[in-house]
C-alpha cells in the first residue's frame, strides 16, 4: 500500500491535493474463553468461528446476566454475535423467540441469510429457525412465516409498525409471549425523525410485550457514537442505567493509509481564494487510477444521481484509458435499485468479480460484501462517525488498506482538511432523537390504543406530555373512555388502521410523484421536498438520467419530467419569516452574559421565489426565473440569542451588520453536525437586524422537522462550544471575503446576499472571549 501511496502522490495532477497522510497501525486479536452449547460451538465452528473476541465475549455475558447491552465498536468487528449466541442459547433451552430490527431490507436479508445457515449447522431437533418478515413478501408469504412459527424473526421498523404490532393479539400472540431478546442493529441509525418515529414504534412494543406478560432484554449495536448508553436507552425507552457498555474493540485489523485529499483551488474569483473545484470529479479520478491498480475500490457520495453519475463516467474514463475490461466491472449502489440488484452488486463485490462500486450511505450500514483494499469519501461525509464507518469498509482481514477523504468545497469539508487533528483525535458525535416530539406523539397513542387499550400509567412510557395528548385524541372522537374494575381505560374508536396513516421515514403527510413523459413513475418527494427540488424549470437526476421538470401539478401532486442534456443545475431562493409561539428556557453566553440564548416553539414561514440556473463545472450563476409556489409553514423548536446594545452598536460601526449575522448564522449552522448526527439540512435558520419579538437583531437556528428532533434543544445546551467551534473554522479559512468554505451556504435562499466574513468574525468572537470587536480587531 506504501507504494501506492507514494504513486498517487507522485501523478502530476495530483501536487499538492493531500493536506494529511497517517498510517495506523494494525493490531492483535485479545480473544477470552465463553462456555457455550455444544452444538452451537460446533455450528460456529463450521463457520471459521473457534474464539471470541473479548468484547464479544463481555457482551455475551452481559446479556446472560440480564442486562440491556449496547455495542459500539467498529464496522466488521463481530458485534452479531453479541446477540446471535443468546437468542440461538434461549430458542434451544425453552423456544424463548427474539426479534430482530434492522434499518434496512438489504440489511435484513444478509443477516438471514448469515443466520439461517448457522441455524442450519446446529442440526435437526434444535428449535432455533430464522425467518425475515419484511415489505417484499406477499400475503401467502407472510402467512407461512406465521405458521412456521421461527424463534429468530428478523424485520424492519417499518413492518414491525405496520404489520406486527397492530396484529399481535391476534397472529403474533405465540411470538411476543415467548419474547426473551429485541435486537436493534445500527441503532445510531435512528435519530432525526426516523430515529423519533422508531422510538415511539418501540414504546408501543414494550407495551404489548407488558399485555403479554413479557420482559425482553435489548441488544443494541452501534457504531462508536458520543452517547451511546443515553441513545440506546432514548430510542428503546429503557431506563440508561440499565444497559451495560460494551465499546472496546479487541478484534483483529491490519494497517489503514489515510489520505486527506483537497482539490485544487480556481484562480482567484474575487473571493480572496476559498473557491475549490468540484469533489466528485477529482474522487473519479482517484477512483479510476485505483482500480487499474488492481484495487477493489468503493466511492462513497451522498446523492442517488452523484452516484449514477459518476459511476458511468469512471467506466466511460476507464474506456478511454485502454481498460475497456475494468469498465464492465463498475457499478452503482444506492436504495432505489431493485432488490434483485442490490444483492447482485453485493455478491459480485463479495466475490471480486465486480471491481469498483459508486455508493450512496446504502452500503455503510452492515451489509457483508467481504473487505474492499480502498475506500474514496466523495466530500466528508457529514459527520466522524459517517467517516469512520464507511471507511471500516476497507480492509480484509490484517491486510492493509487505504482510505482517501476528498474534501468538498463546503464549510465541515474545508474545516476537517485543514484540521485533521479534529477528525482523528476528537470524540465522535452524539446522535439525538426526540420520542417527545408533540408532532409526532399522538398518531402514535392512537396507535398504541388501536393496539391494547391505554391507561393513564402509560405516560411511563410516553412522557408527561401523554395526559394532553390523550384528552386532545379524546376531544376529537379517536379514543372512547372506559371505566372498568381494573380502573380507566381508553380504546382507539377511530376508523381504518392509524398506523397506515404514517410513514415512520418522514414527518410529511403529502408526497409529489415524480412522472417522466412516458408515464413511468420514478419516485416520490415529500412535498416542501418537492417546491425545492421538482419546481418548474428544476433539474433532476434519476438513474444516470438527466430531467428537467416541464410542470408541478399541485392539485394531484405530480411533476412532469421530460430527459434533457442540460449542463448546468438548479438552486431556488426564498424568504422566510419565524414567529416565537412560546419561550421555554433561557440562559446566558458564559463568556458575554448579557447575550442570551432561549429555547422555544416557533412557526416558520417560507415563500419559494424562484430559482438560479448555475454552472454545473464552475457553478458560475447563469440565470434567474421566478416561481409562484404556494408558502409553507413549519412549527418546530429553536434556539435564537439577540445581541445587547453594545455589541450590536459595535458591530454595525465595523461594516455590513446584515451580512455579518447573516453568515454567522450560516456558519453556526455548517458546524452542528460536526457536534451532532445529523445532516446539513436537519437544520434551518434566519438573521435579521431587528425581529418584532425582541425588539434587538436576533439570530435563530431552527430544526427542520414539525415538532423538532432534538437538535435544536442539543444546541441551546452546547451553544458555548457551538461558538468556539465556528469561530475555529471561520479564523482557519485563509479567504478574504467569505466563501464556501467558510460562510458562504449552498442551501441559501437569499443567494448568499448579503454576508460579511470579517463582522461575522467579530461577532463570533465575542461570544467565545467576551471581547467587543475596536479598531484593531478583524
Not at 341 to 369: P, Y
Not at 538 to 560: C, F, P, R, S
Request: hydrophobic share 35%; charged share 25%.
Amino acid at each position: 500500500m506504501d507504494e501506492t501511496v507514494d504513486w498517487l502522490r507522485g501523478r502530476p495532477y495530483y501536487e499538492g491535493q493531500v493536506t494529511d497522510y497517517r498510517v495506523f497501525d494494525g493490531r492483535d486479536a485479545q480473544f477470552r474463553d465463553v462456555d457455550v452449547d455444544q452444538r452451537l460451538e460446533g455450528a460456529l465452528a463450521s463457520d471459521g468461528i473457534d474464539r471470541f473476541y473479548a468484547h464479544q465475549a463481555d457482551a455475551i455475558e452481559a446479556v446472560r446476566n440480564g442486562e440491556n447491552v449496547v455495542v459500539a465498536t467498529e464496522t466488521a468487528s463481530g458485534k452479531s454475535l453479541a446477540y446471535t449466541v443468546p437468542a440461538f442459547e434461549r430458542a434451544m433451552e425453552n423456544f424463548g423467540t427474539t426479534l430482530y430490527i434492522g434499518p434496512q431490507v438489504a440489511l435484513i436479508n444478509d443477516q438471514a441469510e448469515t443466520l439461517s445457515a448457522l441455524a442450519d449447522g446446529l442440526g435437526f431437533g434444535s428449535r432455533v429457525t430464522v425467518d425475515r418478515y419484511t415489505g417484499q413478501l406477499s400475503r401467502t408469504e407472510k402467512e407461512a412465516v406465521r405458521e412456521r412459527q421461527p424463534t429468530v424473526l428478523l424485520t424492519t421498523p417499518d413492518m414491525l409498525h405496520y404489520g406486527i404490532l397492530p396484529h399481535a393479539h391476534r397472529l403474533w400472540e405465540w411470538f411476543v409471549e415467548r419474547l426473551e431478546t429485541v435486537v436493534i442493529d445500527e441503532v445510531h441509525a435512528y435519530r432525526g425523525v426516523f430515529g423519533s418515529q422508531v422510538a415511539l414504534v418501540l414504546r408501543r412494543l414494550n407495551r404489548v410485550c407488558e399485555r403479554f406478560d413479557a420482559h425482553p432484554q435489548y441488544v443494541c449495536a452501534s457504531a462508536t457514537i458520543g452517547n451511546p448508553r443515553e441513545h440506546a436507552a432514548r430510542v428503546t425507552g429503557r431506563p440508561e442505567s440499565s444497559f451495560a457498555l460494551v465499546d472496546t474493540d479487541t478484534s483483529a485489523t491490519g494497517p489503514r493509509h489515510w489520505l486527506c485529499w483537497n482539490p485544487p483551488e480556481y484562480e482567484d474569483d474575487g473571493w480572496g481564494s476559498g473557491r475549490r473545484k468540484s469533489s466528485h470529479t477529482e474522487a473519479k479520478r482517484l477512483f479510476v487510477d485505483l482500480v487499474t491498480r488492481g484495487l477493489q475500490t468503493a466511492v462513497f457520495t451522498d446523492s442517488r444521481q452523484t452516484v449514477e453519475r459518476y459511476a458511468t463516467d469512471s467506466a466511460d474514463e476507464l474506456r478511454q484509458r485502454g481498460h475497456a475490461d475494468l469498465a464492465g466491472q463498475v457499478g452503482a449502489y444506492q436504495a432505489a435499485l431493485t432488490d434483485d440488484r442490490r444483492e447482485d452488486i453485493e455478491q459480485q463485490l463479495h466475490d471480486g468479480s465486480l471491481r469498483g462500486v459508486w455508493t450512496t450511505s446504502a452500503l455503510e450500514l452492515g451489509v457483508d460484501v467481504g473487505g474492499l483494499d480502498a475506500v474514496i469519501l466523495d466530500g466528508y461525509p457529514g459527520t466522524r462517525m459517517q467517516t469512520f464507518q464507511r471507511a471500516g469498509r476497507a480492509g480484509r482481514g490484517t491486510d492493509p488498506s487505504l482510505v482517501a477523504l476528498v474534501a468538498g468545497e463546503d464549510q465541515l469539508d474545508q474545516f476537517v482538511v485543514r484540521n485533521t487533528d479534529r477528525l482523528f483525535e476528537t470524540h465522535p458525535e452524539q446522535a439525538v432523537t426526540n420520542p417527545e416530539n408533540d408532532a409526532l406523539m399522538p398518531d402514535h397513542v392512537r396507535a398504541a390504543a388501536r393496539e391494547t387499550w391505554l391507561r393513564p400509567d402509560d405516560d411511563r412510557h410516553f412522557g408527561d406530555t401523554f395526559p394532553d395528548v390523550v384528552a386532545d385524541l379524546e376531544s376529537r372522537g379517536d379514543l372512547d373512555r372506559r371505566t372498568t374494575d381494573a380502573g380507566l381505560r381508553w380504546l382507539y374508536s377511530g376508523a381504518g388502521s392509524p398506523q397506515h396513516e404514517m410513514s415512520l421515514r418522514t414527518a410529511a403527510d403529502r408526497e409529489v410523484q415524480l412522472r417522466t413523459r412516458d408515464g413511468d413513475i420514478i419516485g416520490t418527494l415529500p412535498f416542501d421536498d418537492a417546491l425545492r427540488d421538482a419546481h418548474p424549470g428544476a433539474i433532476y437526476h434519476h438513474q444516470g438520467t438527466t430531467y428537467e421538470v416541464t410542470d408541478l401539478d399541485l392539485t394531484h401532486d405530480v411533476a412532469e419530467l421530460d430527459r434533457t442534456w442540460a449542463d448546468y443545475y438548479t438552486r431556488v431562493l426564498h424568504d422566510k419569516t419565524i414567529t416565537v409561539e412560546e419561550d421555554f428556557e433561557e440562559k446566558a453566553v458564559d463568556a458575554y452574559p448579557e447575550v442570551p440564548v432561549r429555547f422555544a416553539e416557533v412557526t416558520m414561514r417560507k415563500q419559494i421565489t424562484g430559482f438560479e440556473r448555475r454552472d454545473s463545472n464552475s457553478g458560475e450563476v447563469l440565470g434567474e426565473r421566478p416561481l409562484d409556489l404556494p408558502e409553507t409553514t413549519l412549527r418546530t423548536r429553536a434556539l435564537y440569542y439577540t445581541l445587547p446594545p453594545d455589541l450590536d452598536r459595535a458591530l454595525r460601526e465595523r461594516g455590513d451588520f446584515a451580512g455579518g449575522i447573516h453568515a454567522a448564522e450560516h456558519a453556526m449552522i455548517s458546524m452542528f453536525p460536526f457536534q451532532f448526527l445529523c445532516d446539513r439540512r436537519d437544520i434551518g435558520g434566519l438573521s435579521t437586524p431587528m425581529h418584532p419579538h425582541t425588539d434587538r437583531s436576533t439570530i435563530f437556528i431552527y430544526d427542520g422537522y414539525p415538532g423538532g428532533v432534538g437538535l435544536a434543544r442539543s444546541g441551546y445546551e452546547t451553544i458555548d462550544d457551538l461558538a468556539e467551534t465556528t469561530l475555529e473554522m471561520v479564523t482557519s479559512c485563509g479567504c478574504e471575503r467569505g466563501c464556501p468554505a467558510c460562510v458562504q451556504s449552498p442551501h441559501c435562499g437569499n443567494a448568499n446576499d448579503p454576508l460579511s466574513k470579517s463582522v461575522a468574525t467579530d461577532l463570533l468572537n465575542a461570544l467565545v472571549t467576551g471581547d467587543l470587536p475596536t479598531d484593531g480587531g478583524n
